[in-house]
């Protein structure tokens, strides 16, 4: 065979291997050939083998910028967010000038629940490039998320929208003509605070599905101070033949990569916690929960406990007393966990939802309550339903909780006026003026007694549904 075919492995500074000769143009021609195919079959919406093909590249050339970013984008869509926010937190360092990095770093930020990280990202976006349209839409997307309706409404002018930036408009006046009201008039305003965080929910959701939200370089390229990213979405189907097909370089021998050092694995999978709230659920479904005071939570289900951290089982509260017995379902009761630190929780066979309340009131029922963030007030209750009740929880003020269920979950409006009939296994809780209705349910004769498994709410509000099998 001859010689050139062959990679020649020599004992380089400190013994580390050396490739030599053809080898390294061996190494190059591997590379291109593998970047080339992952980025085509990204284009094609293939992310599983295009990250394949991706990383392949990566480890004859562990530190290109372009494949880098490339694998970024299949990360971020395949929900590998930490590793996404690895390699993006890389190249915004490495590449500081570049403003639409940090607008894609922004949107991994933005999907693990870290908002001021992520709006630190698109403020420097635009300091970078003032006319970044979509570091502006974005950045207007977290304004209204965050209540700051007169800035997002100059954000979505720049970047745009002037549809959003009307509603903005609207949500700014609306909110300046509640201040100064009394308690009483802010109560029986609750429906339309409601209804206009609804409104800047489908606000943010509505850009961001208008939009796909991350961009790639084209191909070929190599990151430049331009920015200038084109849109990836789902490709045209491939008209390529298997001739055309990208062909291994001839002669090139397959080379042994080494593996990617500790390090930088570590940073690839490195758990972040949140920053802003209380709670985050990753992709995998944990729930991550940070401690700064106290905080309620199930202990069953813990799997990682970090800082300086002490745990109390939490009694029962009904109407400010203490009573006899622990918060939550007698098999996994929920502990007070005070100090500061991060707890990492596994949902088993369940899946976790977490919850914002925002100066509401909320009833859960306690065998799915699984966390309540310190910053809520909360007493137990019971649900008039069946032979012995429901127990409840009463949620109450500016925070967030979280359950657990064993399927999807729906909410269903109830409004003012109507009365709605529900299958009491399918009830999850309940928000707004609702009121459960005893009695037996009118849709049994009366000469059967009435049935246990249904119950009825009316008032004006919304109730929380799983999809029970």
């Not at 207007?140 to 009307?166: V, Y």
Request: proline letters at 6%; a negative charge; charged letters at 25%.
């Amino acid at each position: 065979m001859p010689t050139s075919s062959k990679v020649r492995v020599d004992r380089g500074f400190a013994g580390e291997p050396a490739v030599h000769g053809s080898g390294l143009q061996a190494a190059a021609e591997e590379f291109l050939f593998h970047l080339h195919r992952g980025s085509e079959l990204l284009m094609e919406g293939q992310e599983e083998a295009a990250k394949q093909e991706l990383e392949r590249a990566l480890s004859y050339q562990a530190r290109d910028a372009h494949a880098e970013d490339l694998l970024g984008v299949v990360y971020f869509r395949l929900g590998l967010y930490e590793r996404a926010l690895a390699i993006y937190d890389r190249l915004v360092r490495e590449n500081p000038s570049v403003a639409t990095l940090h607008v894609n770093l922004a949107m991994v930020h933005i999907k693990t629940g870290q908002i001021v990280p992520a709006r630190t990202a698109l403020e420097r976006a635009i300091e970078l490039q003032p006319d970044h349209v979509r570091a502006h839409g974005y950045l207007g997307l977290i304004l209204s998320k965050q209540g700051e309706f007169a800035a997002a409404r100059e954000a979505f002018e720049r970047g745009g929208q002037p549809a959003m930036a009307a509603r903005m408009e609207r949500l700014a006046r609306s909110a300046a003509s509640r201040r100064g009201s009394d308690p009483g008039e802010l109560a029986r305003d609750e429906v339309r605070q409601r209804d206009l965080k609804r409104v800047a929910q489908e606000a943010f959701q509505e850009l961001d599905a208008a939009e796909n939200p991350f961009r790639i370089e084209k191909a070929g390229a190599r990151i430049t101070s331009d920015g200038e990213w084109q849109r990836v979405g789902p490709g045209p189907v491939s008209t390529r033949t298997a001739a055309s097909e990208p062909k291994r370089p001839a002669g090139a021998a397959p080379i042994t990569a080494a593996p990617p050092s500790l390090g930088s694995r570590i940073r690839e999978v490195a758990l972040a916690f949140p920053s802003d709230d209380a709670f985050a659920i990753d992709t995998d479904g944990r729930l991550r929960a940070r401690v700064e005071g106290s905080l309620y939570c199930r202990l069953r289900g813990v799997v990682a406990m970090v800082g300086d951290l002490e745990a109390l089982p939490a009694s029962r509260n009904v109407r400010g007393r203490v009573v006899e017995g622990w918060l939550g379902p007698t098999e996994a009761p929920l502990s007070r966990i005070t100090g500061e630190g991060a707890l990492l929780v596994d949902p088993a066979d369940q899946r976790f939802e977490a919850f914002m309340l925002e100066d509401e009131i909320a009833y859960v029922r306690e065998d799915v309550l699984v966390a309540i963030d310190g910053n809520l007030s909360w007493e137990n209750g019971r649900l008039p339903a069946g032979d012995q009740g429901i127990p409840l929880v009463n949620l109450r003020g500016r925070g967030s909780f979280v359950i657990a269920t064993r399927s999807a979950w729906s909410a269903l409006d109830v409004p003012a006026g109507r009365v709605a009939t529900i299958a009491l296994r399918t009830l999850l809780g309940w928000t707004g003026r609702l009121l459960p209705r005893g009695g037996a349910v009118p849709l049994v004769h009366p000469a059967l007694g009435g049935s246990p498994d249904l119950v009825q709410f009316q008032g004006d509000g919304v109730l929380l549904l799983c999809h029970a099998s």
